[in-house]
């Protein structure tokens, strides 16, 4: 099973501090653990930078989000034939905030997804329930009907070329993370739902944790049997703490 850290830098940075960054984290992680994947994700306005100074090393650059449509009159919207066009090779679909602040539903996020699938781009697909759904107990029903409504729709040849994220929304920039064992528990039922649809699908589709994610509780979350590593934000805006969750996620393998 292949293992990943992935960045989402969100909204943050500007032109200088983000070509800092890129440059940060090519020059440092060419020696570390290369058996895991390095994914970062900029805001859109640096992406072409960002596929510039990789090119050659081992980091995967990706989007945040993408619109749906190939093309057409959709002010402000940027297509993942946009992001191919770039060298972009993966986005990520479906995070909370998209959800919360921008309304998107579970047909969106599938939409989204099959745009991505359909022109040979990896969709890294965000699922997680919020406090009050944790809190009544309904975390699982949540997120089965997350993937559902979003993936339901795929082949199992598309599902195999998904990358999943789980984050929960209560501990997305919050400090509180899950303990390894509720990270682990829906790690699994996550692997359960995809073993429905066969067991190559559920041998194949990296599960990472996504939330409050750092170098000091990163090692119990990554060494569960099924977290594939991990979806980071706050802690991919510092190229030291970033490449440290790297390092963290190789002795896994
Ligand atoms: P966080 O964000 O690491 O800052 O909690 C994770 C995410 O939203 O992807």
New binding site residues.
């Given amino acids: 099973m292949r293992t990943i850290v992935?960045g989402?830098w969100?909204m943050n940075t500007d032109r200088l501090s983000a070509e800092a960054l890129v440059s940060a984290v090519v020059q440092h992680a060419g020696g570390i653990v290369p058996e895991v994947e390095v994914i970062i994700a900029p805001p859109f306005p640096f992406l072409a930078m960002a596929v510039a100074k990789c090119e050659g090393s081992r980091i995967i650059v990706a989007a945040q989000n993408c619109h749906q449509a190939e093309k057409g009159a959709y002010t402000g919207e940027v297509s993942a034939t946009m992001l191919k066009s770039l060298g972009v090779t993966a986005c990520?679909v479906g995070?909370?905030?998209r959800r919360q602040y921008f309304g998107e539903s579970d047909a969106v996020i599938g939409e989204k997804a099959a745009a991505l699938l359909a022109i040979g781009l990896t969709p890294i697909f965000?699922c997680g329930e919020n406090q009050e759904e944790r809190t009544s107990g309904r975390h699982f029903h949540v997120v089965t009907e997350q993937m559902k409504g979003a993936l339901g729709r795929f082949s199992n040849a598309e599902l195999e070329r998904i990358v999943i994220?789980y984050?929960p929304v209560w501990?997305?920039?919050?400090?509180l993370t899950a303990s390894k064992e509720q990270a682990q528990e829906m790690h699994a039922h996550i692997r359960a739902l995809l073993h429905t649809h066969g067991a190559s699908v559920a041998e194949r589709v990296p599960i990472l944790y996504?939330?409050?994610?750092?170098p000091t509780n990163a090692e119990s979350l990554f060494a569960q049997l099924d977290v594939n590593g991990?979806?980071?934000?706050?802690?991919?805006l510092v190229a030291e703490q970033f490449l440290e969750l790297v390092r963290i996620a190789g002795k896994k393998q």
């Fill in positions: 992935a989402n969100k990520i995070h909370s905030e965000c994220a984050e501990a997305i920039g919050t400090g996504g939330g409050s994610c750092n991990g979806l980071i934000g706050g802690a991919s």
